[in-house]
């Protein structure tokens, strides 16, 4: 059995995503580049290996690895991503973290526990936060009842779960639960991390695009309990309390 067989042996079966995943594995491979890999495993503090695909090139080989594919069911992105994500390679979750953004309507709430395995497993902001804008915010979006899992992900001792609470209504604009991303932030204030001090201040300064006066006033009342980072990051391009 190939690699990518033992990889999906313990997995729901899919057809599509054993294709895929051998299509991919040989495409992928076949253009690493070992000398490019250790530069981009060093920005990325070593969090995993690289194969040394820059942007471009690892897209373009997706859109190869893609050429003719079906649609995939909720099945079918269970077994691709979680098989990716058992492969060294970080190349390989970007494949399928792009590839969970694409068909992420193809995908139920009962999709959400999966997203928390790859947001907790290998975790650094390169994967996580788009997963928790795209994949996550999703899913909340398409099923409100998921708020309150976001209720008791925001309190998890898992920064990155944390994080993910924060930032998955990054595109929600003017549906964006107010009320929980203000308490959300507040809930993780004293926050000791720079992530997630981070985060707190992209998801306010992205709100603030929508509704800046409405940060304003939050920041005005609340500005104290926040760490002097989180509060740049919230009022960068909207100045002022």
């Not at 006066?213 to 309990?225: G, H, I, Q």
Request: glycine content about 4%; overall charge neutral.
């Amino acid at each position: 059995m190939g690699v990518t067989g033992r990889q999906t042996a313990d997995l729901p079966r899919s057809a599509l995503a054993q294709t895929l995943l051998e299509r991919l594995t040989v495409a992928y491979a076949g253009a690493a580049d070992p000398g490019r890999a250790t530069a981009m495993g060093a920005y990325m503090k070593d969090i995993a290996p690289f194969l040394g695909l820059p942007t471009p090139v690892r897209r373009a080989l997706s859109r190869t690895v893609l050429a003719s594919a079906p649609h995939p069911d909720e099945t079918d992105c269970t077994t691709l991503a979680l098989s990716c994500w058992r492969l060294p390679e970080r190349e390989y979750h970007y494949f399928a973290v792009d590839y969970l953004r694409r068909h992420v309507d193809r995908c139920s709430s009962g999709f959400l526990p999966v997203a928390r395995q790859l947001v907790t497993t290998v975790s650094w902001w390169d994967t996580v936060d788009l997963l928790a804008a795209h994949v996550v915010g999703a899913l909340v979006a398409a099923d409100p009842a998921l708020k309150a899992a976001m209720d008791e992900w925001i309190a998890d001792d898992d920064l990155w779960v944390a994080r993910t609470a924060l930032l998955h209504q990054l595109r929600h604009k003017e549906h964006t639960d107010t009320d929980r991303l203000f308490a959300y932030c507040l809930r993780q204030s004293g926050h000791p991390d720079f992530f997630v001090r981070k985060a707190i201040g992209w998801s306010l300064r992205e709100y603030a695009k929508t509704d800046p006066d409405a940060v304003r006033a939050f920041l005005a009342r609340e500005e104290r309990r926040f760490a002097p980072l989180s509060v740049r990051e919230a009022l960068k391009n909207i100045g002022g309390r």
